[in-house]
Nanobody, 128 residues
Framework: QVQLVESGGGLVQAGGSLRLSCATS????????MGWFRQAPGKEREFVAT????????LYADSVKGRFTISRDNAKNTVYLSMNNLKPEDTAVYYC?????????????????????WGQGTQVTVSS
């Protein structure tokens, strides 16, 4: 059984930082691409960041580029999202997702339907 468990969300003031974690089990993490998505109230879920299994390549949404960093620790089966200079518009439920196997075109990993498994989400609230 595959499980993804996010943690690290919370309430932070604008300009602050948070680091989200997503611990995985049940699939070879080192062979999986990982992604972060978010869903704000009343909006559709949107892509945030993704990283190949080898950690050789990353992609970010334009809205977070330069502020957020995705990273992974294959020894701990965990992916992270470091978020700096947070803005009120970053307020959302953040989800991690796992794609098992090879993906040749990383741009496909910006799409929700590419992923096989999802976490339950963690709330991030940024106050102004």
């Amino acid at each position: 059984q595959v499980q993804l468990v996010e943690s690290g969300g919370g309430l932070v003031q604008a300009g602050g930082s948070l680091r989200l974690s997503c611990a995985t089990s049940g699939r070879p993490f080192s062979l999986s691409a990982m992604g972060w998505f978010r869903q704000a109230p009343g909006k559709e879920r949107e892509f945030v960041a993704t990283m190949y299994s080898s950690a050789s390549s990353t992609l970010y949404a334009d809205s977070v580029k330069g502020r957020f960093t995705i990273s992974r620790d294959n020894a701990k089966n965990t992916v992270y999202l470091s978020m700096n200079n947070l803005k009120p518009e970053d307020t959302a439920v953040y989800y991690c997702a796992l794609k098992y196997g090879l993906v040749l075109d990383q741009r496909r990993l910006t799409r929700e339907n590419e992923y096989d498994y999802w976490g339950q989400g963690t709330q991030v609230t940024v106050s102004s």
